[in-house]
């Protein structure tokens, strides 16, 4: 599912993620990077601006809100969302490894 849409100057950069953990960033419709995670990942890609190529970072996890983003053009911060802490991450597996247990004792059953 679609996360979130960012436009810089000419730039469309999309972000999807889905329930298994995949990542999927897409800059002016296309593929520039892919990954699995379920804690989010870091993302590394070039995009054209103001004719020169920059460097992008983005990088996707989990707060308090749910899903958080940060994104640095050539080490400058264009979004940055409260880090996440411990025991959030923490409540987010714990609630997959009982999602899962729930599912193995239900078929078992």
């Known amino acids: 599912m679609k996360f979130s ?3 810089l100057g000419n ?4 972000i999807f993620n889905s329930y298994l953990g995949k990542e999927t960033i897409m800059l002016n419709n296309k593929v520039v990077s892919e990954k699995n995670s379920i804690r ?7 995009m054209l601006e103001n004719d020169r190529q920059v460097n992008c970072k983005l990088n996707l996890g989990y707060g308090a ?3 958080v983003m940060d994104l640095y053009v050539d080490d400058v911060a264009i979004i940055e969302s ?7 991450t923490f409540i987010i597996i714990a ?10 004792a239900y078929q078992n059953y």
């Open 5 to 7: 849409t960012i436009q």
């Open 11 to 14: 730039n469309k950069i999309e």
């Open 40 to 46: 989010g990942a870091k993302h590394t890609f070039k």
């Open 65 to 67: 809100n749910g899903v």
């Open 82 to 88: 409260p880090k996440s802490s411990v025991i959030i």
């Open 95 to 104: 609630f997959v490894i009982g999602g899962v247990a729930m599912q193995i």
